[in-house]
T-cell receptor, first 115, second 112 residues
């Protein structure tokens, strides 16, 4: 088991460009989460999937953000028309629904810098 | 509205001594609490958790204590080691609400 992986690890883009991040969860985990972390803060919840269904979205997830998990395995997070305020670490986590104490395990994150 | 608070941004402890990190919460619906450790440029690593039906959980050098009446939990690390230097986040979740709510973190520095 290789853990949660994220790609790319770093992304620098210009304001107004679109970016897409990928997350591969732990293989037997059916829940997948996206969080965002800015400097000096803890991670903040963005959205989560159970299998391929997106079950909850935070108010932080504006119309420019979209997430998918088409086959219930990997997930993508796309940000359209990036703004400087989107600069942050984007974290993916996964967990196994139905375990007694469901623990989320995080990937290494994708650090986004919008110039 | 900060539902999970870590009021100490930083803590320095001598190697071999006990490190105590504190966390307070305001949402009485929280029933599951976790501690994560984070190194720079990496994702949070799960350390230890506790359910609200317990008041203590121990795993090796790490012990988490939960005081539900005070809405307070703490992480004890003993003995502290240089590799423990990192930022520690407290997180909580409520039944039927799968998202984690995190505190702002405490930077622990272990002094050799």
């Amino acid at each position: 088991d290789t853990g949660v992986s994220q790609d790319p690890r770093h992304k620098i883009t210009k304001r107004g460009q679109n970016v897409t991040f990928r997350c591969d969860p732990i293989s037997e985990h059916n829940r997948l989460y996206w969080y965002r972390q800015t400097l000096g803060q803890g991670p903040e919840f963005l959205t989560y999937f159970q299998n391929e269904a997106q079950l909850e979205k935070s108010r932080l997830l504006s119309d420019r953000f979209s997430a998918e998990r088409p086959k219930g395995s990997f997930s993508t997070l796309e940000i359209q028309r990036t703004e400087q305020g989107d600069s942050a670490m984007y974290l993916c986590a996964s967990s196994k629904f139905g375990t007694v104490q469901e623990t989320q395990y995080f990937g290494p994150g994708t650090r986004l810098l919008v110039l | 509205d900060q539902q999970v608070k870590q009021n100490s941004p930083s803590l320095s402890v001598q190697e071999g001594r006990i490190s105590i990190l504190n966390c307070d919460y305001t949402n009485s619906m929280f029933d599951y609490f976790l501690w994560y450790k984070k190194y720079p440029a990496e994702g949070p690593t799960f350390l230890i958790s506790i359910s609200s039906i317990k008041d203590k959980n121990e795993d090796g050098r790490f012990t988490v204590f939960l005081n539900k009446s005070a809405k307070h939990l703490s992480l004890h690390i003993v003995p502290s080691q240089p590799g423990d230097s990192a930022v520690y986040f407290c997180a909580a979740s409520a039944p039927g609400n799968e998202k984690l709510t995190f505190g702002t973190g405490t930077r622990l520095t272990i002094i050799p």
